[in-house]
């Protein structure tokens, strides 16, 4: 057959660069801030430290930074790759050049709403999963327009062959799709707020399923699909093993799914699930170092390559970091070193790990060397990448190193007995004081990391000064025979659907059962949420206006609300929580992190003075604190016009609210503020200072008669039922 | 416990999906040949045009 021929669209691919350049630089360099509120709590109190700005708080950045870095940066390298290599793949232009448009307005359009909305306080708490519903929905929309471009162009593709990159793609599209609607799942209650339609334990075990598959489908198969066209192409050698790359790919798809639990070890969650979990997360290893290694034995023999091309490179160490953080990550899924490794810093150095060097360092290479595709001319200057890689190396070793000693420390000083049995370090912000240096270093290594990828910046700005894009790039192959399963020219979508029975066996199947789950779903949730302990009751109209206000600030960002059944812990905080403790919270506040202490048995700790003066301003009851300080709280009127509506939903989602609990919401509100404003004004120094304010209408009445409620449905020995 | 369902059921639908998109891709012989895809992918089919090229046309 003749040779056709026809376009690859280069432009769209150019725009996905410098969307990629763009955001890299924003997601971390509010990461490098973030880094720095560690250090100095009062950094962005540009306005005084009593009118600090809510929307600059650690609580509400590191949401940003996390999404800016995962779905801006990480997100559009991929669309860059994956728009480059596909259509060279697949001897074809895009499916549709408006779908492109589409797709990458949509993304920057979704990226600029979580800009705009987080530091808001608009959010779900769910980590990497924060943005609310309208953004879901559109994120969705966007991710099918991608699907069907990608299907597309796959359909019209002049290769039979689909290369193994082309699989990790498709693999991407469909989980990540199917993840993220499921964990997404909420009841709006306004524009902007809404509640997960899971409470408690499963919510959590939802939560993680998704956050390790986002990590799984959304940070590593893309990149590995990248890194199976990049790596051979700019080493210009054949894969290490194309046989091994498709054995990776299918058993990579077929364990991840199920080691989501690993995140959930010592929680409410049934033994056998963590079992389950840890067993896969094992298993993992083997696909991932076959990956690792195919990877890197493509290079067999091409080392003076290496160290000529920065390209390569940058390559090596990021599939180097694509192996040390795929050791550790089943490492830290057995229980004895999980039990040490969670809630500490050890998982912000696994984590970037393998951000920085893997996500970080594939993304740079690919962009170094598509500049050159693009704008047909050489690198500005090798130097200059080369330098970009020593510091970026740097910065990795500087990030990753501290943190882990600051972890290892972390979880040595909590758990330190005096041979009386009291806790070494009984006062937790002494574990706090101690890792100071470590987040110093860890800082540095930062901004090192930073400085690098500005000189990208720099570089791929002047390399497409020198040379001269071509946007619509000529290229020529032979088009595919057409076979008895294709769809012949001219024929209705439907009726070659028809005519492949098979597939759309298959399609319409996965489409009724999602769609079926997602239906069933709820309501049998619902039903699942009957109390188990008989103590434990809904929040009142107050609490639950608290609540939201402690999600709106972020505090889970920082404390954890899940106690370990350790003896440790225990001892600390007080009895271990207990799955039925949470049937009422929507969504679920266990967090990750341990920044500060664990508050589930918070209640009763403190008396409402010093929470007031503690929000006000950590440092005045915890010198040394680096916990932000939230003046705001204290002259923000409570917002409850939605009181009702938040209510009802949630009585919908099964907490049982009466009507007359939801029509009298507002006066029970009323009358509990006003019993915390009196007990707060039994303090002389109180009265002096806010003595004429009318303190029960402000946002910190609620917070205190959240944090005052926190754990104490049950106190230990308490355990009505279960 | 019950959204261990969820979870479950969802990751089956999944691995079923791409089990059938195995099994499809093994009968219409996509591995029949596990070396030349490898190769065959490092050669760009784009069309140097050069705008010398061009301006003789």
Not at chain 1, 528 to 533: A, E, G, L, V
Request: one cysteine or more; aromatic letters at 14%; glycine letters at 8%.
């Amino acid at each position: 057959m003749e040779k056709e021929q026809f376009y690859y669209d280069n432009k769209i691919v150019k725009m996905f660069l410098w969307a990629t350049v763009l955001w890299g630089v924003v997601g971390m360099l509010v990461g490098l801030i973030v880094a720095l509120l560690f250090i100095f709590p009062g950094l962005l109190e540009f306005t005084g430290s009593d009118n600090a700005i809510s929307w600059l708080s650690f609580g509400r950045l590191r949401p940003l930074h996390t999404n800016a870095v995962i779905f801006a940066f990480v997100g559009n390298s991929i669309f860059l790759g994956i728009y480059y290599s596909t259509q060279r793949l697949l001897k074809a232009r895009m499916f549709s050049d408006v779908l492109s448009r589409i797709h990458f307005w949509g993304w920057q359009t979704i990226i600029v709403a979580a800009a705009i909305t987080l530091p808001l306080g608009f959010t779900s708490s769910k980590e990497y999963a924060e943005l609310e519903w309208p953004i879901d929905i559109l994120v969705v929309l966007v991710w099918v327009v991608f699907g069907i471009n990608l299907i597309g162009t796959i359909l019209k593709r002049r290769q039979r062959h689909i290369y193994v990159a082309i699989w990790f793609y498709i693999a991407t599209l469909v989980t990540v799709a199917v993840l993220y609607i499921f964990n997404n799942l909420e009841l709006p209650v306004t524009g902007f707020k809404s509640y997960s339609i899971y409470s408690g334990v499963q919510d959590a075990l939802l939560q993680w399923w998704y956050g390790h598959n986002a990590v799984a489908f959304f940070l590593t198969t893309p990149v590995l699909g990248l890194m199976y066209y990049f790596v051979p192409k700019v080493a210009n050698r054949p894969v290490y093993s194309y046989r091994l790359s498709i054995i990776h790919f299918w058993t990579l798809i077929f364990l991840y799914i199920w080691a989501g639990p690993h995140h959930l070890l010592y929680t409410a969650l049934p033994e056998w699930a963590q079992n389950l979990g840890t067993v896969f997360s094992v298993m993992l290893i083997f696909p991932s170092w076959g990956g690792m290694i195919n990877g890197l034995l493509t290079l067999r023999g091409a080392w003076d390559k290496v160290r000529e091309n920065p390209v390569l490179k940058f390559f090596v160490v990021a599939i180097t970091g694509y192996g040390m953080a795929t050791f550790e990550g089943p490492m830290l899924s057995f229980k004895n070193l999980n039990a040490i490794g969670h809630y500490t810093d050890w998982i912000i150095g696994h984590v970037h790990v393998g951000a920085l060097a893997w996500n970080g360092f594939m993304a740079s290479g690919i962009i170094y060397w598509v500049a050159t595709k693009l704008w047909k001319t050489e690198l500005y200057s090798k130097k200059l990448a080369n330098t970009h890689f020593w510091l970026g190396t740097l910065g990795i070793i500087f990030y990753a190193i501290p943190l882990y000693i600051a972890g290892f420390t972390q979880a040595s000083l909590w758990k330190q007995f005096n041979p009386d049995g009291t806790l070494v370090y009984g006062n937790f912000l002494e574990t706090v004081t101690q890792i100071i240096p470590m987040y110093m270093i860890r800082a540095i290594g930062g901004t090192l990391y930073l400085l690098g990828f500005i000189l990208l910046a720099v570089n791929v700005i002047k390399t497409a000064r020198a040379g001269s894009a071509v946007e619509d790039e000529l290229a020529e192959a032979v088009p595919l025979k057409k076979i008895s399963g294709k769809r012949v020219a001219g024929e209705p979508v439907h009726t070659w659907l028809e005519r492949r029975t098979v597939l759309f066996t298959i399609l319409t199947t996965v489409a009724i059962l999602i769609g079926g789950l997602v239906e069933i779903v709820p309501t049998f949730l619902v039903k699942s949420n009957i109390p188990t302990i008989a103590s434990v009751k809904p929040y009142t109209p107050l609490e639950l206006e608290g609540r939201d206000i402690y999600i709106r600030e972020g505090c889970n960002n920082c404390h954890s609300q899940m106690i370990r059944p350790f003896r440790s812990e225990v001892e600390r905080y007080g009895e271990y929580s207990k799955a039925g403790e949470f049937v009422y919270d929507f969504p679920f506040l266990w967090g990750s992190r341990r920044t500060g202490p664990d508050v589930h048995r918070l209640g009763g700790k403190y008396n409402n003075n010093w929470h007031f003066n503690h929000m006000f301003d950590p440092r005045s009851t915890s010198p040394g604190s680096i916990m932000p300080r939230y003046p705001w709280l204290l002259k923000n009127n409570m917002n409850a016009s939605n009181l009702e509506d938040k209510m009802t939903a949630l009585a919908k989602l099964g907490v049982p609210y009466s009507d007359t609990d939801i029509s009298e919401a507002k006066q029970a509100l009323l009358a509990q503020a006003k019993e915390i404003e009196t007990s707060l004004r039994q303090d002389p120094e109180f009265v002096k200072n806010y003595g004429n304010s009318n303190v029960q209408q402000k946002e910190i009445v609620a917070l205190i008669a959240y944090l005052q409620r926190l754990g104490t449905d049950i106190k230990a020995g308490n355990t009505a039922l279960k | 416990m019950e959204v261990i369902y969820i979870t479950i059921g969802v990751s089956i639908i999944v691995a079923v999906f791409f089990f059938a998109a195995f099994l499809k891709s093994l009968k219409s012989g996509q591995y029949d040949d596990t070396y030349t895809p490898s190769v065959r992918m490092l050669f760009d089919d784009e069309l140097v045009k050069d705008s010398k090229v061009n301006n003789l046309k």
